[in-house]
């Protein structure tokens, strides 16, 4: 009954308070409250309209703004005083009878200790005695718990330090000794404890079984043809390219693994690992089909020879535009690591790489990722009429369509990041098909034509016998325009001329030795023999396939 009437008392000055315009913690300020009552009688407390002068009450290590339910943080608050001469002892002999912390939903008016029914926490009460000086520092661990109704939802507490202590005053010439209340308050945001959503097992499980049979596939495609680099069906698809085109796949592959964990590294690794792979697989298989088209496009007929180590200049110049970008980006300030991204309940969290402008730089490389790819598709229809032997322009676009895919369903993964489980199988899809797929599209053709043995061999194609030219449509006299020997030694225009003009010169000289009666020789017949002969071979190609060019 007697907190009932201290806590009605207190309650009929607030509205005093409001009116004097003193901006105390129940309306948000920092100002100290204070009221005074007569010791030992409840009912006499009043709320003063403004602390008096001579009283101090400050934080020193205020209450955190956000706290965890169920979690301490330490508290320190200060109390000075300029009238320790006036400070009587309590019944048990301590002139600083009483000093702690309470804490009220901030839904209640006006939090006091006299808020019994609304007290969340009340740590317990400092008894000490008061410093000569006058100045007395307290701490406290400062616990708040959510109410029973609002376990999943954050809530704002009113947190106070109160401390009263008794002061002896005359009263029209009588000493009455009063208990004066002085309290300070602080606003905190009380989260439930934060729960993270973590990878679901057996879908990591599931894609590391998938990317370890990738791998697999993988490296025995690169064994067989390395085994097989002297059979013409590789021999003909460049067998270095096709070995550089293996190692990148694996490299990009491994990438998979990187992605069921977030730390400092697997956030590093997993970019430059699929980085690193991706263009080393596309940029082998561009290059050399970009050999090709350039030797099969060649309407003048000119001898064009193209060398291993320049494409793979070409192939080392994209891997270093990809490095300075994957330099840049995993460097600081821009370096991505673990990051805490909350859901919109404030509770829920997942770990996720991130740091600062990390969206431009995925921005970047996928971009660049992209333009290969177009490249890709440019080059599959240039090279789409060349013979089946060296086309690929099929399998490349197909591979550029799952690259596209991919670019498709990679931005989703920034719609869902609340959740590492879809996130983590479109990753792990993307890296499959894009690279897994490739490396089925150019190995398996292949490999399916060395087991099935119809191999043709480039030094005896005829367009008669394969029913094609090399390049669709271009034949002369039923000789194959593309035939390698013919390639070597220049083209079939000049070879053809020159032994026009070879026949026509020597047949005009044995015609002037017959009219003015010259002897003729051996070598005279010889050499226009041999001008027939080539002419001949051009137009009947086929009937001689044994014959050296």
Known sequence: MRNFLACCAVLATVGLLLLSGVQAYHQGGDEMMCWDGVSGDPSSTVLLAQCPPNYRHYWVTPPPSNLT??????????????????????????????????????????????????????????????????????????????????????????????????????????????????????????????????????????????????LGVTVLFLILVLALHSNKVIRYSSPLFLSIMAIGAIIALVSIFFLGTTTDATCVLREWFFGFGYVMLFGALFAKTFRIYKLFANSEYKVIAIYNWQLLVAVFVLEVILIIILAVWTAEPFRPSPTKSFASNGIEYVIKCDGDSYDVFVGVVSAYYLVLAVIGLMLAFLTRNIHTLFNESVWIGYSCFCLIVVAVITPIQFLIDSDPTPVFVLRAVGILISIFFTVLFMFVPKLYRVAKGGVVDLDTMRSGSQGT???????????????????????????????????????????????????????????????FKSLAKIVFRSTDDGDEE
């Open 69 to 214: 339910a169920g979690h301490s943080a330490l508290v320190s608050w200060e109390l000075q005083i300029d009238f320790v001469s006036s400070v009587v002892p309590d019944s048990n002999g301590f002139t600083m009878p009483h000093s702690n912390l309470h804490s009220c939903v901030s839904t209640v008016p006006f939090c006091t200790p006299s808020s019994t029914g609304d007290l969340v926490t009340t740590t317990p009460a400092i008894k000490t005695q008061i410093d000569p000086s006058g100045l007395m520092v307290f701490e406290a661990n400062l616990t708040l718990n959510l109410p029973e109704n609002r376990t999943n939802t954050p809530t704002v507490f009113t947190t106070i330090a109160h401390t009263y202590l008794l002061v002896e005053e005359l009263v029209e010439g009588v000493p009455v000794v009063f208990r004066r209340d002085i309290a300070i308050g602080l606003l905190t945001t009380v989260r439930p404890d934060e729960t993270e959503t973590t990878l679901d097992e057996w879908a990591m499980i599931l894609f590391y079984v998938l990317a370890g049979i990738a």
């Open 469 to 531: 030219s090399m390049v669709g449509g271009t034949s002369l006299g039923g000789y194959d325009v593309n035939d390698r020997a013919w390639l070597r030694k220049g083209r079939i225009r000049k070879k053809v001329l020159s032994d026009f003009r070879g026949l026509v010169t020597e047949g005009s000289a044995l015609v002037k030795k017959h009219d003015t009666g010259e002897e003729i020789s051996s070598s005279d017949t010889t050499r226009l023999s041999s001008h």
